[in-house]
């Protein structure tokens, strides 16, 4: 079988790892892919946003099954394209990634069907928004409607930081034409959990939760960033708060959407906060997360090319989809500057022996030497029966790696450890 993973990332390569283990699967080509990928697909420099050159190369190679993973692809119609070229694919079709394209959109569908979600107000008029402030409650929570590479969300703990918040999304086009519409919502409390779910539009299979850690810095702080971490799964997250969120928030997600004509068949995220009155939605993505994926993919026991399949055929009911019962970190190590100015082309040294457990987010090859690229170069993840030593682990394998300018947080996983001995 020949697989095609369009993007190139961390979230990429932990999928395309997990691909491997497939004895079916012949070939892998990544697009475009990156320079730590190389190690394990076929790069191919085309960009995942070029959908005229992917969906080309995908009929030309002949590709039996194709998995779209990054936002941008899939609000461009990617899947729909290959789809009307007769390439299956995993991903939801653009009408349905419209869930994670518009925040208008969520939140409207989340108003709509009663999925329990921060009270908010939607404004495409600079000079409304801002008046609106004046009485709105302090902290809140200002967010851009479009894809803003997981930066269009700004928490303003003062009226003058919510004013410029407003103004940068919608008159200094911060974020480019996903600040002309903005949500100005509740700000929530409480602990926050990712859970990312298969789903074919029927069934929904939550997979094991986990905890991102978005600040660059130690306890939080620091600007945002893609995230600098995670762990799964979430302490948070129990049996029954899980229990609650399959009955008030997956299950009418997915009827929500199909209600609307927008049946989603994919990787749903549900990025929740666990409030004083309950589980409430904070966003969806629409595909698996990144860092998330690089802690949930290790603790999956099935095939993943086979869970993945049979959420394309509608099968997802007759999988069986199991996972470790085990604890997994994940550790990122970015380049100094990150989310702002960075330097690239420094030369990355990995021991051969924790290659299978380093994912390359931002890499590039040359001479069989691999040189930094990105803001967030390397996830290197540890995976034990507990998640002390998952921790533990994840941080030995990062102090063998070296790069110049590398920084790294060295407190990812220690609130969820905190939350383990308060339990």
Known sequence: MKIMVVGGGGREHAIIKKLKENKDVTAIYALPGNGGIKMDAECVDIAATDIEKIVRFAVNTKIDYAVVAPDDPLVLGAVDALNAKGIACFGPTADAAIIEGSKVFSKNLMKKYSIPTAKYEVFSDV???????KTAPIPTVIKADGLALGKGVIIANTLKEAEEAVRSMMLDKA????????????????????VLAFTDGKTVVPMVSSMDHKRAGDNDT????GGMGTIAPNPYYTKEIADICMDTIFIPTINAMNKEGRTFKGCLYFGLMLTPNGPKVIEYNCRFGDPETQVVLPLLESDLLTVMQAVTNGTLSECEVE??????????????????????GKKIDI???LLDSVYVAG????????????????GVV????????????????VEKISFENAFYRSDIGAKALKALEEQ
């Open 323 to 344: 996972f470790a019962d085990k604890n997994a970190c994940c550790v990122v190590m970015a380049s100094d500057g990150y989310p702002k100015k960075y330097e690239k």
């Open 175 to 194: 974020f480019g034409k996903s600040g002309d519409n903005i949500v100005i919502e509740e700000f929530l409390t409480g602990p926050e959990v990712s």
């Open 363 to 378: 890499a590039k090859e040359q001479d069989g030497q691999l040189f930094t690229n990105g803001g967030r170069v390397l």
């Open 222 to 225: 620091g600007l945002n960033t």
């Open 127 to 133: 000079n409304s928004a801002l008046e609106y402030l």
């Open 351 to 353: 021991p051969l022996d």
């Open 382 to 397: 540890g995976v034990c029966d507990t998640l002390k030593g998952a921790i533990d682990a994840a941080y030995s394998k």
